[in-house]
């Protein structure tokens, strides 16, 4: 509750000193008249600033005010406190002894007075931001505070000049603040990033010296002792405020010295605070408060120097937010290019104009064009690289495209596995990038070539421009080799475009890119099959049983990766395909039920509904051989029944399944019923693939605590010899690897069969002892 009324008070203090100030601004032209006395007791204009409005009166150094305002200037106050004309609407002038009466009818510079408030409003607006979004951070709080300070500086200025009291004692007192609020922020920020104690005990006597001063400034208010007073304290405050930047430059180069050697993140936070602060505080020191300090006199505005003093604060909001580091060497080597680059075209310009206007430029005219136009084109191109990439996809919308599936591609390229999903991922996204007709990747072996396309690209003629080796050369067709070496050449190949031109130059290089890609992807994928190939001759060959424990590992590794492969295959057919087709059916049914098309046409749109319903059914069924989910639901006996019913309607002999006293099978896990199923699946299987039966009987019974699985048909039979390298259907598996199921499981496995004498399989399973996948 404290926190929030403290909070609300200084909002409204803020708020009343902004209305103050502000008010003098909206009221006041500042006229930037300085008077002194004379040893006579007159007021004599000694200087006329160039930025207050009155020197477009008709004044000149040495005339002698008399009354402002319809008063003696004795008795002006501001004359009294500052030896200043402000807030005046009439002057009294006498001028070689004629007198004149003016009348301050003009504006001040516009430009003069909203510089400040823009500056006003960055400094609140960052202080804000942060201590809203990093209020759990001390160190963000100290930099809202130097903002906070620059922000009081910046709103009392216009009131200062006008000779208010408040305005001045607003700039001079934050002046002196904020170097030591800078080197407290300092201290506890390098507390936060690197945990490096820096010395605290100077703050106390510095915030004092700070508070004292502002004591001493109330006699501001007394006039007779004003302007003794201010003549020191503009001194005393700028000396301060130079004292400062002394202190934290001696703060930092100390702490740079001790971290220079080491290759660490603190040693790179020094040293882009002591890049950052330098480049801040130089300028307004170098050109504005030091000169004024020693002469009297300004090179440079305060008023604009001030700006690169937001520098630091503002780059230090950023390192706070993002914990990152500005690489301020860097861009500062950047800007100095930009600028050597700068001269040439500036020189030129500014040549141009000296000739086109030689009679009525002078030399500040030419020094502003030259120094300007350098600002301008310097940070163009400083900036070019920045605003080029943001607004690429306007400026090069196609070279904004090809990057974009670029980086898509190359993003996708880390999930291809197999040539299926190289078209799927890869090839559809080139053909649509590039807007060609079509596409394709050619691998040619020593003894066989295989293409795998996408859109409409003729592979017989890319088959026998391979064969023929004039592929390269063709002209219908943009070519890149890709991999070459004994084992295979790849290309990859791309039609015309859909404008019947051939691709740019642009999209050749990006093709080029895209194939340096596409190289270690397509070794990748040649591997893998390699490897795939490898494994299952390694699996058709596994050990006799004594020595078949010391790859169990294997085994289950096998199982694992096949169940895995044939569910996502399941998947992806049921969520893709099934899905389209049942679409397409509902498209079809409502075509057919238009009364205005011809009723043979209805015909056709109705056999091709049955049609769609066939290939669905037969997807369902692959779905199920892939995927068989009622193992789950309804157990392995009432799947096994449901699996031969529907494959009976199919095979080619008579298939009969029988179940007797079977109930303990049924506890065991998923993947011993899953094991089970495969068998069961590749033995009926080979049966439609080899064995030529007329009929096939499987039984299943338990005793004495094992299950037993019979196979019996009355087919062609083969050699023993022949029977270990046969491959069952479809799923790459031999006679061996179902040996292998039954001894992951811990069973065992006879065989009897003969040429021309059928086959007779009988497989023995321990319910208590089985070994789950």
């Keep these: 509750m404290k926190k929030k009324i403290f909070v609300g008070f200084c909002i409204s203090v803020f708020c009343f000193l902004q209305i103050w100030c502000s008010s003098f601004i909206f009221y006041y032209p500042y006229l930037g008249i300085e008077i002194d006395s004379t040893q006579d007791k007159q007021w004599k204009i000694n200087a006329l600033t160039t930025e207050g409005a009155g020197i477009k009166l008709d004044l000149k150094l040495g005339d002698i005010v008399q009354q402002v305002d319809d008063r003696p200037a004795e008795e002006s106050m501001l004359v009294k406190k500052w030896h200043t004309v402000e807030q005046a609407d009439m002057l009294s002038i006498s001028r070689n002894g004629i007198e004149y009466e003016i009348s301050v009818n003009t504006k001040s510079n516009i430009f003069y007075d909203l510089l400040p408030l823009i500056e006003e409003i960055v400094c609140l607006f960052m202080a804000i931001l942060l201590y809203i979004?990093?209020?759990?951070?001390?160190?963000?709080?100290?930099?809202?505070?130097?903002?906070?300070?620059?922000?009081?500086?910046?709103?009392?200025?216009?009131?200062?000049?006008?000779?208010?009291?408040?305005?001045?004692?607003?700039?001079t007192s934050f002046m002196m603040l904020m170097p030591i609020?800078?080197?407290?922020?300092?201290?506890?920020?390098?507390?936060?990033?690197?945990?490096?104690?820096?010395?605290?005990?100077?703050?106390?006597?510095?915030?004092?010296?700070?508070?004292?001063?502002?004591?001493?400034?109330?006699?501001?208010?007394?006039?007779?002792?004003?302007?003794?007073?201010?003549?020191?304290?503009?001194?005393?405050?700028?000396?301060?405020?130079?004292?400062?930047?002394?202190?934290?430059?001696?703060?930092?180069?100390?702490?740079?010295?001790?971290?220079?050697?080491?290759?660490?993140?603190?040693?790179?936070?020094?040293?882009?605070?002591?890049?950052?602060?330098?480049?801040?505080?130089?300028?307004?020191?170098?050109?504005?408060?030091?000169?004024?300090?020693?002469?009297?006199?300004?090179?440079?505005?305060?008023?604009?120097?001030?700006?690169?003093?937001?520098?630091?604060?503002?780059?230090?909001?950023?390192?706070?937010?993002?914990?990152?580091?500005?690489?301020?060497?860097?861009?500062?080597?950047?800007?100095?290019?930009?600028?050597?680059?700068?001269?040439?075209?500036?020189?030129?310009?500014?040549?141009?104009?000296?000739?086109?206007?030689?009679?009525?430029?002078?030399?500040?005219?030419?020094?502003?064009?030259?120094?300007?136009?350098?600002?301008?084109?310097?940070?163009?191109?400083?900036?070019?690289?920045?605003?080029?990439?943001?607004?690429?996809?306007?400026?090069?919308?196609?070279?904004?495209?090809?990057q974009t599936a670029l980086k898509k591609i190359a993003r996708n390229l880390g999930t291809i596995s197999s040539f299926r999903e190289l078209k799927e991922i890869i090839l559809v996204d080139i053909v649509s990038t590039l807007q060609v007709m079509g596409g394709a990747i050619v691998f040619c072996y020593k003894n066989d070539t295989e293409i795998i396309y996408e859109g409409e690209i003729d592979i017989s003629e890319v088959r026998q421009l391979v064969e023929t080796s004039t592929l390269l050369d063709n002209p219908m067709y943009t070519c890149i080799e890709m991999n070459y070496h004994e084992a295979y050449t790849s290309y990859l190949i791309m039609t015309r475009k859909r404008t019947n031109t051939l691709l740019p130059k642009e999209e050749k290089q990006w093709l080029q890119l895209i194939t340096s890609y596409l190289e270690v992807s397509l070794e990748n994928v040649h591997l893998i099959r390699k490897l795939t190939v490898n494994l299952q001759q390694f699996a058709s060959q596994l050990p006799h049983e004594a020595a078949a424990h010391d790859i169990q590992w294997f085994r289950k590794v096998m199982f694992e990766l096949q169940e895995e492969e044939r569910i996502r295959i399941a998947t992806d057919l049921h969520d893709t395909t099934m899905q389209d087709l049942f679409f397409l059916k509902r498209r079809i049914s409502t075509l057919a039920e238009n009364s205005t098309m011809p009723k043979g046409d209805q015909e056709q749109l109705r056999n091709m509904n049955n049609f769609v319903d066939m290939i669905n059914a037969s997807l369902r069924q692959s779905c199920f051989e892939l995927n068989p989910h009622l193992l789950k639901e309804v157990g392995l006996i009432k799947t096994l029944k449901m699996y031969v019913e529907k494959e009976s309607y199919t095979a080619p002999f008579e298939l009969i399944f029988e179940a007797m006293a079977v109930k303990f099978i049924e506890g065991k896990d998923l993947p011993t019923k899953r094991h089970i199923f495969r068998i069961v699946q590749e033995l009926l299987n080979n049966a439609k693939k080899h064995s030529q039966a007329t009929k096939v009987t499987f039984k299943i019974m338990e005793s004495n605590q094992v299950f037993y699985l019979n196979y019996e048909d009355n087919g062609v039979g083969f050699s023993d010899k022949e029977g270990t390298q046969r491959e069952i259907g479809a799923s790459g598996m031999g006679i061996e690897q179902i040996r292998s199921r039954i001894l992951h499981m811990g069973g065992q496995m006879d065989f009897l069969t003969q040429q021309g004498n059928g086959t007779i399989f009988k497989i023995r399973i321990p319910i208590e002892e089985v070994i789950s996948a």
């Design 181 to 402: 609020v800078f080197l407290h922020f300092l201290i506890v920020f390098f507390k936060e990033k690197g945990n490096l104690a820096l010395p605290t005990w100077m703050l106390k006597y510095l915030y004092t010296i700070v508070v004292f001063t502002l004591c001493l400034r109330s006699l501001y208010f007394l006039p007779s002792l004003t302007y003794n007073l201010y003549h020191y304290d503009v001194s005393v405050t700028l000396g301060f405020f130079i004292f400062g930047f002394l202190i934290n430059m001696y703060v930092l180069t100390v702490q740079y010295v001790k971290v220079r050697k080491q290759q660490s993140y603190m040693s790179s936070i020094i040293k882009s605070v002591w890049l950052s602060w330098l480049i801040s505080f130089l300028p307004i020191i170098c050109f504005s408060f030091l000169p004024q300090l020693l002469t009297g006199q300004r090179i440079l505005n305060a008023i604009f120097t001030s700006w690169i003093l937001l520098f630091f604060p503002i780059s230090f909001a950023y390192l706070i937010a993002s914990n990152q580091l500005y690489d301020f060497g860097q861009v500062i080597r950047r800007i100095m290019f930009a600028g050597l680059l700068a001269i040439l075209p500036v020189s030129l310009f500014t040549g141009v104009y000296v000739f086109l206007f030689r009679k009525i430029a002078d030399e500040k005219q030419i020094l502003f064009i030259f120094v300007g136009s350098m600002i301008i084109v310097t940070m163009v191109l400083y900036a070019a690289e920045y605003w080029t990439t943001r607004l690429e996809s306007f400026l090069f919308p196609r070279k904004y495209l090809l």
């Design 133 to 171: 979004k990093m209020s759990y951070s001390k160190s963000a709080k100290l930099l809202a505070a130097v903002f906070i300070s620059a922000s009081f500086i910046f709103m009392g200025l216009g009131a200062s000049i006008r000779g208010d009291a408040i305005g001045k004692l607003l700039i």
